[in-house]
């Protein structure tokens, strides 16, 4: 009973209107606006106006695949949301399947019971693009016109990565070429090896993944490397530390051989600035470094001298296990 005066006792209409809608369930809410905020994430907006007043204190989110309109309704997936406004209901469902059609509807909750479910709303999830891979770095094989890097799968959606592009780019003295795609490597592989390269020359190199739906991934960082001087200098050091080898010495001077021919061109490269020394110049310095210090070396030993030498001028990993069949050309 509503009393003419709000005295004790006695409701105001507001109150009384406040009660009896209290006391009943919510009306059907609107019809819900989707957006797909990532491949396993739909947000669901509700006007709530018409709530107001009734004591509505949830919002439940009921959502199923669409594939299957004949999926009865007790197969609905639900998930409740604590109501924080009155005049419109947001909630966002995660954990949904990525590139899939799901059909959304809301219900509303107060103390008296559930809403009807409003009139469903349908979205499709968006498939899981790559990040950047990572990790990336320039391997030790790297000769005159051979470049190898390496990188990690990305750290988001590493699962979806089908292939991996390589871009490169040249940087010449005068010029710097545009990016080009050189290579492109299935998902299992973590390395690319460019070749047919021009010696001495600095070259920039970048990786992005791509998925099964051709959706391509964000560029890792950019590294660079550059080419190595080559060709007559190996050739050079190599009989420069071969020729002595054949007379025979003591086994600890030809270990010494071998050990100044590589330290002595590993150094001439690593500390060249403006490259003053050329290739030939550095092999051939290299190679009688280990002649001087082998004139009575041992044979066997002699050639592996020669061989250190020649791989450390071209750029080559230098790998002492060469004459083994167990041997491999793959970096560690």
């Not at 094989?141 to 590493?158: A, D, F, M, Q």
């Not at 005068?174 to 390269?197: G, K, N, P, Y």
């Not at 550095?282 to 050639?303: D, M, N, R, S, W």
Request: proline share 7%; with cysteine.
């Amino acid at each position: 009973v509503v009393g003419r005066h709000s005295g004790p006792g006695d409701w105001s209409p507001a109150a009384a209107l406040r009660f009896v809608h209290v006391n009943g369930t919510p009306n059907k809410p609107p019809r819900p606006s989707a957006t797909v905020q990532s491949p396993t994430e739909v947000l669901l907006t509700t006007d709530g106006r018409g709530d107001e007043g009734t004591g509505v204190h949830t919002c439940t989110v009921e959502y199923r695949l669409s594939e299957d309109p004949n999926i009865p309704s007790e197969q609905w997936q639900s998930v409740d949301f604590p109501v924080l406004t009155s005049t419109e209901y947001r909630c966002a469902v995660a954990d949904l399947q990525p590139d899939s059609m799901y059909s959304f509807r809301v219900r509303t909750v107060n103390e008296s019971g559930v809403s009807p479910p409003s009139r469903t709303v349908e979205a499709h999830t968006l498939r899981e693009i790559p990040g950047p891979p990572g990790g990336m770095r320039v391997s030790t094989k790297r000769t005159n016109e051979i470049i190898k890097i390496r990188w990690k799968p990305p750290l988001v959606y590493p699962g979806s990565v089908y292939k991996y592009e390589i871009q490169q780019q040249m940087i010449g003295k005068h010029t710097v070429t545009s990016w080009i795609t050189v290579q492109e490597v299935t998902c299992d592989s973590f390395s690319a090896t460019m070749r047919d390269l021009t010696t001495d020359t600095k070259y920039r190199f970048r990786v992005r993944a791509i998925n099964s739906a051709e959706d391509k991934g964000n560029f890792s960082e950019v590294i660079e490397a550059e080419t190595r001087y080559g060709g007559a200098a190996g050739t050079a050091a190599a009989l420069a530390a071969f020729i002595p080898s054949i007379i025979g010495s003591p086994l600890i001077v030809s270990i010494m051989s071998a050990s100044v021919a590589v330290e002595a061109t590993s150094a001439i490269f690593d500390s060249r600035t403006g490259k003053a020394v050329s290739g030939a110049t550095a092999g051939i310095g290299a190679g009688f470094a280990g002649a001087i210090l082998g004139v009575l070396g041992c044979p066997f030993i002699g050639i592996v001298g020669a061989y250190a030498a020649y791989k450390v001028v071209t750029g080559g990993d230098v790998d002492l296990n060469w004459w083994s069949p167990q041997s491999s050309d793959e970096e560690a």
